[in-house]
């Protein structure tokens, strides 16, 4: 009897106009639209109990039901919903033979083919509390991200296990959160053992539970056309671990807390890729809270370089650490370390040519700007405060030297005020870290305003207009001084830096 209503259903469907129709089998809690237009003959064999339908055989004791409708569901795709302990999937026809499916209660796996040669394009929906997706492959694949919460109880939330390139598209207007099981044995919430590229403008929360919240083996880049926002509530690790390089173009990373690094860059172990061990900034915003004794706030294991955006970063260890060279070339950057050094560039130079910096470091051996080999100021704004600081040096290249001034004393929470020999205000910050009032620290200043040559005085006690512009509390123009205060010490600038007294 079943087999006589498959054989009807299909009767009925062939007899219907083709155009824009699709047919639908559906087994169990998956279904599969085939294209009418592209399906062909659509024999049975096997004694009339198999049905193969653009090359996909079906059995007929599967088949819950035939049906044609009007939809349209567009090739290469896989809409997974999750309802519960329940997930359902949709998978369009022509690569059904493409794709072997697993769904396990809301446990879902996809499996590529390893001839598979067309990227297909995966929609997570739904809401489940014991849930998983992975997909495997040697493909390109695209993860829409379309209102997702997951909670899994197996593993990570997302495993993704292709090394090729896969896109995550954050689908505008939506919220999509991801928790992992507590006590497993993956890497990370959401793992991408491939080339993570994030594009969309929803949000994406995360939570490790055993390790890190995001992972990602390969490179990891925000595109200009991500918009939105990752954020890592709680991680046990790292709150973002990446392999070979991290770049940031737009959007948001925000950890709020980890028990390991707020980001962690390594590199991978053929020294010839792309960018290996980098993090590279030129738009978007960071946020990170490593406040864990030994964490830092972003570990990169070789090059840093910053044009633009913005960083906050606040860690028990260091703030901004490269174990070579940091290159700052624009942007905005905070870095407070609790224990450390507020930007360290761990083996090599730090080198500054444009931003504004404020940095803190540790009261007792902490370097506000560290440049283990030089430290080359160039341009930008500058504030930096610490037990320790490293000396600006004359650059080696063409760009001109910017002057740097430091005042060295016991360093109070107050207002410091920058004026010239005329009394003109230049810059103004407000020093907001309890120091030790026994133990003297050095606080560097540096602005495009310093001019070679010129007397300057540096005042404490200022009254300062805070509707003011100004970048946690450094101020880049004199308009935000109402009253210098009292005259600390004085000095001329001259390149590389100049000694207030």
């Not at 209660?105 to 997570?124: C, K, N, P, S, W």
């Not at 990570?156 to 939506?174: F, S, Y």
């Not at 995360?206 to 995001?214: D, E, Q, S, V």
Request: hydrophobic share 35%.
């Amino acid at each position: 009897m079943k087999r006589l209503l498959l054989i009807l259903a299909l009767g009925l469907a062939t007899c219907t106009a083709w155009a824009q129709q699709t047919l639908w089998v559906a087994t169990g809690e998956i279904k599969y639209a085939f294209d009418a237009q592209q399906l062909g003959q659509m024999p049975f064999s096997n004694g009339g109990t198999t049905l193969t339908l653009q090359g996909k055989a079906f059995n007929v004791s599967d088949i819950d039901s035939i049906y044609v409708t009007s939809d349209i569901i567009d090739s290469n795709t896989i809409t997974v919903n999750y309802d519960g302990d329940h997930a359902s999937a949709i998978i369009a026809g022509n690569i059904a033979t493409l794709v072997t499916p697993t769904l396990d209660g809301a446990h879902v796996t996809m499996a590529q083919d390893t001839t598979m040669q067309q990227e297909i394009f995966y929609t997570l929906s739904g809401t489940s509390t014991n849930g998983s997706f992975s997909q495997s492959g040697n493909y390109k694949a695209t993860l829409i991200l379309n209102g997702l919460t997951l909670t899994s109880t197996r593993g990570a939330a997302i495993t993704i296990d292709d090394g090729k390139r896969i896109e995550i598209q954050v689908a505008d207007g939506t919220t999509n959160t991801l928790t992992d099981c507590a006590k497993g044995k993956q890497s990370a919430c959401f793992v991408v053992e491939g080339h993570s590229e994030f594009k969309g403008g929803g949000n994406l929360v995360l939570t490790g539970n055993t390790k890190h919240g995001f992972k990602s083996d390969e490179y990891m880049e925000l595109k200009k056309s991500f918009t939105g926002t990752i954020t890592v509530k709680n991680a046990v690790g790292d709150g973002v671990s990446v392999n070979q390089y991290l770049e940031v173009k737009s959007g948001s990373i925000i950890v709020e807390q980890c028990t390991g690094d707020g980001i962690q860059i390594d590199c991978k172990k053929d020294s010839t890729k792309t960018n290996n061990g980098q993090f590279i900034m030129s738009n978007g915003y960071i946020s990170v809270n490593a406040i864990e004794d030994g964490a830092k706030g972003i570990k990169v294991e070789q090059d840093i370089t910053i044009d633009g955006g913005q960083i906050l970063v606040t860690s028990d260890d260091n703030a901004l650490h490269s174990k070579t060279r940091i290159n700052i070339n624009g942007g905005q950057i905070y870095a407070y370390s609790v224990a450390a050094h507020g930007v360290n560039a761990g083996g090599d130079t730090l080198a500054i040519s444009g931003g504004t910096i404020v940095a803190y470091a540790a009261s007792t051996v902490g370097y506000g700007l560290r440049g283990t080999t030089h430290l080359f100021i160039k341009g930008g704004n500058i504030a930096a405060v610490g037990a320790l600081m490293s000396t600006p040096k004359t650059s080696t290249d063409t760009v001109p030297t910017q002057p740097a001034l430091t005042y060295t004393a016991t360093m109070p929470k107050t207002n410091f005020a920058l004026c010239d020999a005329s009394g003109n205000s230049i810059m103004a910050f407000t020093q907001a870290r309890a120091y030790s009032s026994s133990k003297k620290h050095t606080l560097l200043l540096s602005s495009p305003s310093i001019t070679q040559g010129t007397g300057y005085t540096l005042y404490s006690g200022s009254t300062l207009d805070t509707s003011k512009d100004n970048w946690n509390g450094l101020y880049t123009s004199g308009d935000a001084v109402t009253t210098p205060g009292t005259a600390l010490a004085t000095g001329t600038a001259a390149l590389p830096y100049s000694a207030l007294q």
